[in-house]
């Protein structure tokens, strides 16, 4: 079975610019979670999806991420502007019971 | 809000000992746990989990141990292996179905 993709693995900006990741869950996983992880911290939600509804985004900032995932499957995270206090690992999580997670690599972000 | 620590930043111990890694929790509603082990450079793996109507459950080489009492869970390794070094997250998922994740605790495996 195939575990959750992510691209790009890494990626270095500058503030105020513009980026985007994009997460392909496991193969029938309803739920999708984005979570930023920042050096020496545990990862911290940001949105989860239920199937292309969204269950939770209480933690996202929403001035300046947003995401989608509008046919239930692939998701897409992105960030306009981006500041340096961004700079963390967002990975991606699926699951197909809302419990038990199965995370991705990660995208390594970089904003100079 | 809450809140999920982990007692101690790191640990090192002997290849061949058991090792045992704490994590504290604040909202007593919670009602699910999970250990999960992050290499360099990867995602979050899952270890184990545990429902908040048990106290205890065993995988292979590791145990899981919950007192709700305390608000105290620990993850346990048998005979800790050299690829065993990471850093191991708790995460209690409260019942709101949110999920939160401790600081995380670095553990390294001396040869």
């Known amino acids: 079975e195939a575990g959750v993709a992510q691209s790009p693995r890494y990626k270095i900006i500058e503030k105020r610019q513009s980026v985007a990741f994009w997460c392909n869950p496991i193969s029938g996983h309803a739920t999708l979670y984005w979570y930023q992880q920042i050096l020496g911290q545990g990862p911290k939600l940001l949105i989860q999806f239920q199937n292309n509804g969204v269950v939770d985004d209480s933690q996202l900032p929403k001035d300046r991420f947003s995401a989608e995932r509008l046919k239930g499957v692939d998701s897409t995270l992105k960030i306009q502007p981006a500041k340096l206090e961004d700079s963390a690992v967002y990975l991606c999580?699926?699951?197909?019971?809302?419990?038990?997670?199965?995370f991705g690599p990660g995208t390594r972000l970089t904003v100079l | 809000g809450e809140s999920v620590g982990l007692h101690l930043p790191t640990l090192s111990v002997q290849e061949g000992d058991n090792s045992i890694i704490n994590c504290a929790y604040s909202n007593s509603a919670s009602d699910y746990f999970i250990w999960y082990k992050q290499e360099s450079g990867k995602g979050p793996q899952f270890i184990i989990d545990i429902r908040s109507n048990m106290d205890k459950r065993q995988g292979q080489r590791v145990t899981v141990l919950l007192n709700k009492t305390v608000k105290h869970l620990s993850l346990q390794i048998a005979a800790t292996q050299p690829g065993d070094s990471a850093v191991y997250f708790c995460?209690?998922?409260?019942?709101?179905?949110?999920?939160?994740f401790g600081t995380g605790t670095s553990l390294t495996v001396i040869p």
């Open positions: 995460a209690e998922k409260n019942t709101g179905n949110q999920f939160y």
């Open positions: 999580a699926s699951s197909s019971n809302a419990d038990t997670q199965y």
